[in-house]
């Protein structure tokens, strides 16, 4: 292989100081041709190779790496350094490596190879981890129709282009019909309560059109803060009426996502009742850490049960509130969020603004880095590597033999060119090489903070984050954790590789708990100009405001979840596009306490099930974090956030064993015990204690 292509380098981090677009043609190209000749050989060569581990997994892993980690490379720098260049080369080369995966998951030779390794008597003799891989490739294999009788197999192939079409269509038609709307206002008396970036970004907006006046739309930036903050009803309840029935039958028919979800469903369901499942809510739970239907809907109905009193308690005083306060003695679907606002205004008179000093981020990451080192019993130090911006920070952890663990880069800084939010990726993921030595994982940390500003006596000020920047940045190093700290040996399930999908955000959700422990936010806050910490009483306010209007929160996202859990298991399709607003109803008069009128579509812009991969899947939000609520409770039950022993049980049993057996069993090998709702109800302030 050429060393003149740095993207070929795979002797050790990635070579940021030397990569350039120009090389992504030629290393993409020959490691493509490199893996189809691998996986040639180990499937139609003459002589076919031995269905084993060594002879056929091995290999096919080691080779398949190299693409993997360098294209990895690649899309990172397509999110971090997004130039005209990068985005080219970038978006020249996807569809290829996108179809090679493609082939892979279709490619029956392989599938045979795996079916026979797991008859062999070989399979009995690998570790468990070598088993999990070779189950979790048969059920993929599976699940992507590998099994069908070849008569069926066209059919279900255009099953899959079908949905695909419908939900980039589904995508499209909300995206227009958000844009096809605009309020302009012309009375500035109509402004009353808008905060003032979100009245000048309105008129800019007008202008831009040569109009006078302010434009609203349905954009979040723009119609977010309408709902909380206009005083004009009339203002807010034009915008309320135009999001809720975006894509619906009382628009343009072209955009109505209707018929769209209706044939969605059916098609979901023919390709659910193929592969020989009862509906699709099975063939989406079978990779997931819920094991049934029955399983999901029960944990919806229990939490909806507990958190139903606490929701009645939030609307009574919304309702008490508003009467007396605002004038507003019937609460319309539009009055809630303005309403939530003034009152959340009027009992916790702090703003994020008034906090934001406090959190200077040398100190910030200073206590993150303590809080990891207290807790999993590890070192992170500065290190060197080659980088993609002058901004980016490298970090190694060692354990307390001072062998190196694994290393991340931290990537802070909002960029013009870089991808916004915030998220962790893998650079390289451990593995044992074939001498036996380690390959030690490694990071990407992303974030979008802003970066430091001004100085004092000459010297430069530092970066200052928001509490939920700060909750942010503990998140994403959770997820980060997960891959760093693993211990297995295999590249399939290693950190969060096969770690089920509704378990993932275990590790992450639970870091977020420690930016709400008192210790620790001590520690992590130095006031910018007089380096104190933040105070105790703002701190208080802080955590009295988290849990505010909970109960109704939790019981939104429940009867989202409902909806779709039944949508994908209870419902026949046939019922057409009235059957699935009759359905919403239904979960409505179950779980919600507050109807919205009835011409509310909320369906019709549903994305996460109809567009986004979360079809039967939306329950996983309050899954996870009941999951990271009850493993952080074990925590409070030994009374110290640092205590020794449950640090390194978790560490052991739930990071260190990353995706090797299932999320179920390490969850029961931390706890002891199945989950239990309590902790995040209690941590949700819907416990009275
Ligand atoms: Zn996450």
């Known amino acids: 292989m050429t060393d003149a292509n740095p993207l070929l ?42 269905a084993t581990w060594k002879d056929f997994v091995a290999p096919l892993n080691d080779g ?80 992507s129709g590998a099994e069908l009788p070849e008569a069926q197999k066209p059919r279900f192939q255009a099953i899959q282009e079908e949905q695909a079409a419908l939900s980039a269509k589904f995508s499209e038609n909300l995206l227009d019909a958000t844009n096809a709307f605009a309020e302009y206002v012309s009375d500035e008396s109509e402004l009353a309560g808008l905060p003032n970036d979100v009245i000048q970004a309105a008129r800019e907006a007008a202008e831009k059109e040569g109009k006078n006046g302010w434009k609203f739309t349905l954009h979040m930036p723009s119609y977010l803060p309408v709902m909380q903050y206009a005083d004009s009803r009339r203002l807010r309840a034009a915008l309320y009426r135009a999001y809720v029935t975006r894509a619906s039958e009382f628009g343009p028919p072209a955009l109505n996502n209707a018929p769209l979800m209706r044939r969605l469903l059916e098609l979901r369901q023919e390709e659910a009742h193929m592969l020989g499942y009862a509906n699709f809510a099975e063939v989406s739970l079978t990779p997931k850490m819920a094991e049934s239907v029955e399983q999901v809907l029960a944990f919806l109905r229990d939490l909806a049960a507990k958190a139903r009193p606490f929701a009645e308690k939030d609307l009574a005083e919304l309702r008490e509130f508003s009467a007396k306060t605002l004038g507003l003695p019937a609460l319309e679907a539009w009055d809630y969020a303005y309403a939530a606002e003034k009152l959340r205004q009027a009992r916790y008179d702090f703003s994020a603004q008034e906090v934001k000093p406090y959190f200077t981020e040398p100190t910030v990451l200073a206590g993150l880095f303590r809080a990891i080192e207290t807790l999993y019993g590890v070192r ?63 990071a990407y940390l992303v974030c979008n903070f802003a970066r430091p500003v001004g100085e004092k006596d000459g010297r430069p000020l530092p970066a200052t984050l928001t509490h939920d920047e700060v909750e942010t940045l503990f998140h994403e190093t959770g997820h980060g954790l997960h891959h760093l700290l693993t211990r297995v040996d295999e590249l ?28 620790v936010i001590e520690t992590l806050s130095a006031h910018i100009e007089s380096g104190a910490p933040l105070p105790r009483a ?29 949508l994908h298991s209870r419902f026949d ?27 509310n579509r909320f369906a019709n812009s549903f994305s996460h099930i109809f567009a986004g991969g979360y079809a039967a899947g939306y329950y996983s939000y309050k899954w996870a974090e009941v999951l990271s609520a009850d493993c952080y409770a074990a925590f409070e039950e030994a009374g110290n956030p640092f205590d020794p022993t449950t640090g390194k049980r978790f560490l052991d049993e739930i990071l260190a064993v990353g995706g090797s057996r299932p999320a179920p069993d390490s969850f029961r090998a931390f706890r002891g015990r199945e989950p239990r709702v309590d902790a995040l109800l209690r941590h949700s302030g819907m416990i009275i204690e």
């Open 380 to 442: 992170i130090t500065p290190d060197t590597a080659p980088v993609w911006n002058a901004d980016v920070r490298f970090f190694r952890i060692t354990d307390a033999t001072g062998q190196r663990v694994g290393q991340f880069y931290l990537d802070l800084y909002a960029r013009e060119i870089k991808r916004g939010g915030a998220w962790m990726d893998e650079a390289i993921a451990r593995r044992r090489l074939p001498d036996g030595s380690v390959q030690t994982p490694v």
């Open 538 to 566: 703002l701190f208080e306010k802080m955590r009295a405001a988290k849990n505010f209007q909970s109960g109704m929160q939790m019981l939104r996202q429940i009867e989202f979840s409902l909806f779709d859990m039944l």
């Open 9 to 50: 380098d795979f002797s050790g981090l990635p070579r940021f100081d030397r990569i350039e677009p120009a090389h992504v043609r030629p290393a993409i190209d020959a490691l493509l041709a490199e893996s189809r000749a691998l996986v040639a050989r180990l499937t139609t060569g003459a002589v076919p190779v031995p």
């Open 64 to 143: 398949i790496e190299r693409l993997a980690r360098a294209w990895g490379i690649v899309g990172h720098l397509h999110s971090v350094n997004d130039t005209p260049d990068w985005r080219e080369a970038y978006n020249a080369l996807l569809p290829e490596v996108s179809r090679f995966y493609a082939e892979l998951g279709q490619n029956l030779a392989l599938f045979a190879q795996y079916k026979a390794l797991r008859d062999s008597a070989d399979y009995a003799s690998l570790s468990a981890a070598q088993r999990r891989i070779i189950d979790n490739e048969l059920r993929d294999f599976r699940l």
């Open 492 to 519: 399939g399930v290693s950190g969060i590789r096969g770690v089920e999908w509704d378990a993932v955000e275990l590790p992450s959700q639970f870091m977020e708990n420690y930016c709400w422990e008192w210790s």
């Open 573 to 599: 399709p046939a019922s057409g596009e009235e059957g699935i607003l009759q359905l919403l109803e239904a979960v409505r008069r179950e779980v919600a306490v507050v109807s919205p009128p009835d011409w």
